[in-house]
């Protein structure tokens, strides 16, 4: 290994921690997840011990998807615009299982799961999801972008 | 006006046109035929003892393989009115058959009945004739089928639509 290539590496593992702090997230709040989502991001829980404090209601100027709640198929196509307006890096947390799959509404109206529409990161299970639950996808989301795994 | 009242007043004034009435635990029914829901309607919001003001709601009902209507009308069109005035209710009902669910619109009457009918043509297939615009209301416009209908299988999924790149 050169000493160049060791000094990118380094670079890129500072860049990784130090964006792992700083996750602006866009909350996608379309049902009753929104409301737990809440629950994590206000004092008792506080998200912003992990950096993600601040939620950017813009999507350009976000970098984590937070699609909280069900998605039918009427708004899938906003969905996906919204993805495609955020900049890279960019990722996606599937926030409760409607996100993750659907749930229960396995019916005309629903999406099966966010993952048929826009890639997924992190998908949080729950019906909605403990705060304790989100932290820990958010945390598992935090090692993910401090090792440098994204799309470009 | 109590139920009964209502009904007798519709039967008055339409006579065969009403084909039956009932009443269930205090909900009064009058099923209609088609070709009188307009006149139905109108009279019951015009005329004074009955004054319905209000169209609460239009819903249809698919009595596909329902238990003793096998060979009936596959839908019924439901309207249900509200008089603000005198604090009563009435619920009118039109009979169609699969291959003509065709009923007149009662946009003219009520200008809510256009959303209400859109969601029944959303849900049902049923047509409302003279309506002046028949789209889809909560679904949208490239979902094939009606999913309330009682043959719409359960686990059909529609193609994703998404932006056009």
């Not at chain 1, 506080?46 to 601040?54: E, S």
């Not at chain 2, 002046?132 to 009682?150: A, I, M, S, T, W």
């Amino acid at each position: 290994m050169g000493v160049g290539s060791f000094f990118t590496g380094k670079l890129d593992e500072a860049i990784g921690w130090a964006r792992k702090y700083s996750i602006f997230q866009y909350p996608f709040v379309t049902a009753c997840c929104g409301m737990e989502y809440m629950a994590t991001a206000c004092s008792h829980y506080d998200v912003d011990r992990f950096g993600a404090g601040l939620p950017r209601f813009s999507p350009r100027q976000a970098d984590v998807l937070f699609v909280v709640g069900t998605i039918s198929h009427k708004m899938a196509p906003v969905l996906k615009r919204i993805y495609d307006q955020m900049c890279e890096p960019k990722w996606v947390v599937a926030f409760g299982v409607c996100t993750c799959t659907g749930g229960f509404y396995d019916n005309y109206a629903t999406v099966q799961g966010i993952d048929t529409i826009i890639p997924v990161d992190v998908y949080i299970p729950g019906c909605p999801p403990r705060p304790e639950s989100v932290i820990d996808g958010l945390m598992k989301l935090q090692d993910k972008i401090a090792a440098g795994a994204q799309r470009f | 006006m109590d139920g009964q009242a209502i009904l007798a007043r519709l039967r008055a004034r339409l006579g065969g046109r009403v084909l039956e009435t009932h009443d269930f635990r205090g909900d009064h029914t009058a099923v209609v035929a088609r070709e009188a829901i307009l006149d139905a309607l109108a009279f019951c919001r015009d005329d004074h003892g009955l004054a319905f003001d209000l169209l609460v709601d239009i819903t249809a009902v698919d009595y596909l393989e329902f238990p003793g209507r096998e060979d009936g009308p596959r839908f019924e069109v439901v309207y249900h009115l509200y008089a603000t005035a005198h604090n009563h209710r009435v619920r009118l009902k039109v009979r169609v058959e699969e291959d003509d669910a065709r009923v007149p619109t009662a946009s003219g009457l009520w200008p809510i009945a256009d959303w209400l009918e859109r969601e029944v043509w959303d849900m049902f297939g049923i047509r409302f004739e003279g309506h002046p615009d028949l789209r889809r209301l909560l679904l949208y416009e490239e979902f094939v089928g009606h999913p309330l209908r009682k043959d719409y299988p359960i686990n059909r999924r529609q193609p994703l639509i998404g932006p056009k790149v």
